[in-house]
């Protein structure tokens, strides 16, 4: 059980944040599949990262890892090899469903399990897709929940159009579509992260991107001896951005925070929520541009978070649910059914964690309506397992009077395992 306590003294100082989740896990994944040496710095080390490069090295691949420096040995698709375990996902979708994508195109058998939440995750969107391409997938519920077993084979382009914007089913299909005979096409509704598309490209794929609609032509190579440096999460450098503009008396500046525009919904809700916030030493690397982001106490206004926004932020939700609770009027947030597919119930866990805190909070169907100005009071909260909704219980510690409690909070290592000295180091 974590302990926080009301903070009525600011949070101020600079941390460095942690490598991005998704970027880290590609980084694995398409290293593996290039010939050749792949070198990685500011990987994450968080628990999901750690299973993909598990899984990887159960196919054969040799990975080397010092903290946050990665060098990955591949030898090709052709070199990765059965393994004679079972891939265990742990908590991460990222690599379950992307991985489902590599594995069905793999001469070979393969038996994808993860842990409780992952079991309740559903791949259909994954399978289904891949099953047209000519997949062999097998799995609880018609391949629909973990475990899935894979028999991989050879496939077929096909010309999908996906029914939601997830970069899990766009990367799978087109990780599939890169070992297919002819060309694959993903088109979404609208478009969801890019990662796999621009570093797929910096391992020399080709690629064509027509706004929501990506295609790829089969059986290109990954040149490989390149170097990704991948920038701070913007995920995780939510938490503390919307830290330092709620809490009183507050300066917090997050270095090298990757600014990819697919990610960066929760800048444009910040700024609209009347946030004061302003950009440093701006780089426009590629594939991944980054910069320092400093954010100071600020007062806070609704707004309405709908429409294609959602893709860009979906991970933020929780936490910009309980900014709304800290700013002046009542905000929306609708066409976010996705948050129901997430770690938890996103729509259940966020507004029955900030009930508990007094928040004025109510579910819908496809999101929630949050009536702001309230005042928090601490009690005892629950990750449920679920990363991001620990953090958000953390924050709404420090805003919340008296003494906040938090389950499951060992849950945050999943995206973030320094979270709690770095808020540490801006409590002074
Ligand atoms: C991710 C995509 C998103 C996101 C998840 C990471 C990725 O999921 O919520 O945390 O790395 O591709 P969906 O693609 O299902 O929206």
């Not at 805190?357 to 929630?368: C, K």
């Amino acid at each position: 059980m974590k302990k926080i306590e009301h903070h009525t003294s600011g949070l101020n100082g600079t941390i460095n944040i942690p490598g991005d989740k998704s970027i880290s896990h590609r980084t694995i994944m398409f290293g593996s599949m290039a010939n050749g040496k792949t070198t990685v710095e500011n990987f994450l080390p968080g628990e999901d990262c750690l299973s993909t490069i598990n899984c990887f090295e159960k196919l054969g691949v040799q990975i080397e890892r010092e903290g946050s420096i990665v060098t990955i040995y591949g030898k090709g698709l052709e070199g990765l090899k059965e393994s004679s375990t079972l891939l265990d996902v742990g908590n991460s979708g990222t690599t379950a469903r992307l991985m489902m994508g590599i594995l069905s195109g793999l001469p070979f058998h393969s038996v994808l399990i993860g842990d409780e939440s992952i079991a309740k995750r559903p791949m259909k969107r994954v399978t289904n897709p891949l099953r047209q391409m000519g997949a062999r997938i097998q799995g609880n519920q018609d391949g629909n929940f973990t475990p899935i077993s894979i028999q991989g084979g050879e496939l077929s382009g096909i010309e999908y159009h996906s029914p939601v914007a997830s970069a899990q089913v766009k990367s799978a299909i087109l990780l599939a579509g890169l070992q297919a005979k002819g060309k694959t096409t993903v088109e979404e509704p609208f478009k969801s992260r890019d990662h796999t598309e621009r570093m797929l490209k910096a391992f020399g794929v080709h690629l064509i991107e027509d706004g929501c609609k990506v295609s790829i032509e089969g059986h290109q190579k990954l040149t490989s001896d390149i170097h990704i440096v991948v920038p701070g999460d913007i995920s995780s450098a939510a938490f503390f951005l919307v830290a330092g503009a709620v809490a009183p008396n507050s300066k917090v500046t997050v270095k090298r925070v990757g600014l990819n525009i697919t990610r960066t919904g929760i800048l444009d809700v910040l700024q609209g929520m009347g946030a004061e916030i302003s950009y440093t030493n701006i780089v426009d690397d590629v594939p991944e541009p980054y910069a320092d982001i400093t954010v100071e106490s600020s007062t806070l206004k609704a707004f309405e978070v709908s429409g294609d926004i959602i893709p860009r932020l979906i991970d933020e939700i929780p936490i910009i649910a309980l900014m709304a609770t800290q700013a002046e009027g009542t905000t929306v947030i609708k066409d976010a059914e996705e948050l129901k597919v997430k770690e938890t119930n996103r729509i259940d866990t966020v507004v029955n964690e900030l009930t508990k805190l007094g928040a004025n909070i109510t579910a819908t169907e496809d999101g929630m309506i949050i009536k702001g100005g309230t005042k928090l009071h601490g009690c005892e909260l629950d990750s449920y397992g679920d990363h991001r909704i620990g953090m958000m219980a953390a924050v709404a510690g420090l805003v919340a009077k008296g003494e906040t409690s938090i389950k499951n909070a060992e849950a945050i290592a999943v995206s973030y395992p320094t979270f709690f000295e770095d808020l540490e180091s801006l409590l002074g």
